[in-house]
């Protein structure tokens, strides 16, 4: 089983950037493919981005293809996701996970993954 921990979430400016960051147990880390995942409020969660388990493969969502970049240090059981050019809508709070089933990454952005289990989250605030 994977446990997550998210930091780096805050209040930025339309325009600003923010780095989170991911902290996961487990001693198979390396092996799963890991995402980022948003829920406004009143919507349901979305997919956001993930990286494959050797880091060869990303995908994102279309609205933040450009502006943002996951990025994950297996070494450190670490995941990153690296956020430019921040709009409004990307106020949300931001989850990160595996798929503890495989290290690749469709199934994190089809929703159809083993999911570990979720984190608290890191708020991000977006103000116009």
């Known amino acids: 089983q994977v446990h997550v921990v998210e930091s780096g979430g805050g209040l930025v400016q339309t325009g600003g950037s923010l780095r989170l960051s991911c902290a996961a147990s487990g001693r198979t880390f390396s092996s799963y493919a890991m995402g980022w995942f948003r829920q406004a409020p009143g919507k349901e969660r979305e997919f956001v981005a993930a990286i494959s388990w050797g880091s060869g493969r990303t995908d994102y969502a279309d609205s933040v293809k450009g502006r943002f970049t996951i990025s994950r240090d297996n070494a450190k059981n670490m995941v990153y996701l690296q956020m430019n050019s921040l709009k409004p809508d990307d106020t949300a709070v931001y989850y990160c996970?595996?798929?503890?089933?495989?290290?690749?990454?469709?199934?994190?952005?089809?929703?159809?993954?083993?999911?570990?289990?979720w984190g608290q989250g890191t708020q991000v605030t977006v103000s116009s």
């Open positions: 996970n595996a798929d503890v089933s495989s290290g690749a990454i469709w199934r994190l952005k089809a929703g159809s993954a083993d999911f570990g289990s």
